[in-house]
């Protein structure tokens, strides 16, 4: 079955700190890319997403992505976070050409920044 | 215009309870989609509604039933309620599964324990 693989489930860093949250997926055929965030109390919202062109996209916050086709990567990164990007992070993937288009979610990764 | 609206938010039931969560969204969205988080496993889908009138399982749909009652509302039900469905459940919607690409809109989600 086609899956999503998030192999960082608890991140903690300092303010400043660099960042860089691990996805890969499982499926051969083309597909989607989507990072979506959770803030404590709140509802998922969309990052950031890739379908194709440049492999590097940038998103909401400063947040940006690089897809990797040749290793199924889409690895979030931000070089300097802030206390207020403590969250919980999804990658997610849309598997198209399977019939109905639904996204498939990672396990998600808990990021804690300290101030 | 309120998005994803679920109720209730936080709910506490007895093994064998049954009880239905309530999903509406005002965005006139044809399709919409239940999902459970849990730690470590990230969110999985439960069931689906491509549209008004059609409902379909998703990854983990055993336990659950679902009605897609209009357009506007997509609810959840557990007939007789297990320990291993505590979770967090989240509702979403898209105008059309292909307008998961763009955005796909959640709820704020029900906390549900079931004891």
């Known amino acids: 079955a086609q899956s999503v693989s998030q192999h960082n489930h608890h991140v903690i860093l300092s303010e400043a700190a660099s960042l860089e949250l691990g996805c890969n997926y499982s499926?051969?055929?083309?597909?989607?890319l989507f990072w979506y965030v959770q803030y404590p109390g709140q509802h998922l919202q969309l990052l950031l997403k890739?379908?194709?062109?440049?492999?590097l996209v940038k998103g909401i916050k400063g947040f940006e992505a690089e897809f990797i086709k040749s290793k199924f990567s889409f690895n979030l990164r931000k070089p300097s976070v802030q206390w207020s990007d403590t969250a919980e992070y999804f990658c997610a993937v849309n598997l198209l050409n399977t019939g109905f288009q639904k996204l498939v979610f990672g396990t998600g990764t808990r990021l804690l920044v300290s101030p | 215009n309120a998005g994803v609206t679920q109720t209730p938010k936080f709910q506490v039931l007895k093994t064998g309870q049954s009880m239905t969560l309530q999903c509406a969204q005002d965005?006139?969205?044809?399709?919409m989609y239940w999902y459970r988080q849990d730690p470590g496993m990230g969110l999985r889908l439960i069931y689906y509604?491509?549209?008004?009138?059609?409902?379909d399982k998703g990854e983990v749909p055993n336990g659950y039933n679902v009605s897609r009652l209009n357009k506007r509302e997509f609810s959840l039900r557990l007939e007789s309620a297990a320990p291993s469905q505590t979770s967090v459940y989240f509702c979403?919607?898209?105008?059309?599964?292909?307008?998961?690409?763009?955005?796909?809109?959640f709820g704020s989600g029900t906390q549900l324990s079931v004891l």
């Open positions: 979403a919607s898209s105008f059309t599964d292909r307008a998961i690409n763009e955005k796909l809109f």
């Open positions: 509604s491509a549209s008004e009138g059609t409902t």
């Open positions: 965005m006139n969205h044809n399709s």
């Open positions: 890739y379908f194709s062109g440049d492999p």
């Open positions: 499926y051969g055929g083309t597909v989607n």
